[in-house]
T-cell receptor
């Protein structure tokens, strides 16, 4: 596809469960970012990948959150032992040049 | 730490008129980027316009232009000839040069009325 895609579009889970959110960046984009957007707020940075490695994970809120990008393309954001406060829209973005980021449509996570 | 402030939670404008959205930021950096992103109900963030801090000339993209005042740390967005499709949340964002941590403001909800 031409743009960044994210699956699933919506995810409903129960407190304490494990979830995985997937991001397919634009082909050829080496940089990939995850953001979390709570209701009524702007996106907050979570983690940045350059290639396969996490170049900056300073935005991950705690050790329940983890992300991987094993082949330098698709990335998965993993959340363990989900809490109600994790409910938000999780946005993924990719970039070729490092200054302009192209965003996907996001995954809305609801933790009941 | 860098902060981005959008002081207008909501704004409205009549179709075909002009509207200006405000943004201020706080940084000690001299080299950085500023952005305006649009987020319609579909949730997808769409880049509207980008400004490099070292460039004095204000960026322009068709009906969208910015007023970048570096000394005042102000970066407002002007939308001319507003269209119904401009209705969306607008986010101002800051990113340090050679750093990938983009900081967003809280957003301004713009409604264009027919």
């Amino acid at each position: 596809g031409a743009g960044v895609s994210q699956t699933p579009s919506n995810k409903v889970t129960e407190k304490g469960k494990y979830v995985e959110l997937r991001c397919d960046p634009i082909s050829g984009h080496t940089a990939l970012y995850w953001y979390r957007q709570s209701l009524g707020q702007g996106p907050e940075f979570l983690i940045y990948f350059q290639g396969t490695g996490a170049a900056d994970d300073s935005g991950l809120p705690n050790d329940r959150f983890f992300a991987v990008r094993p082949e330098g393309s698709v990335s998965t954001l993993k959340i363990q032992r989900t809490e109600r406060g994790d409910s938000a829209v999780y946005l993924c973005a990719s970039s070729l040049t490092g200054d302009v980021q192209f965003f996907g449509p996001g995954t809305r996570l609801t933790v009941l | 730490a860098q902060t981005v402030t959008q002081s207008q939670p909501e704004m409205s404008v009549q179709e075909a008129e002009t509207v200006t959205l405000s943004c201020t930021y706080d940084t000690s950096e001299s080299n950085y980027y500023l952005f305006w992103y649009k987020q319609p109900p579909s949730r997808q963030m769409i880049l509207v316009i980008r400004q490099e801090a070292y460039k004095q000339q204000n960026a322009t993209e068709n009906r969208f232009s910015v007023n970048f005042q570096k000394a005042a740390k102000s970066f407002s967005l002007k939308i001319s000839d507003s269209q119904l499709g401009d209705t969306a949340m607008y986010f101002c964002a800051f990113m340090k040069y050679n750093n990938n941590d983009m900081r967003f403001g809280a957003g301004t909800r713009l409604t264009v009325k027919p």
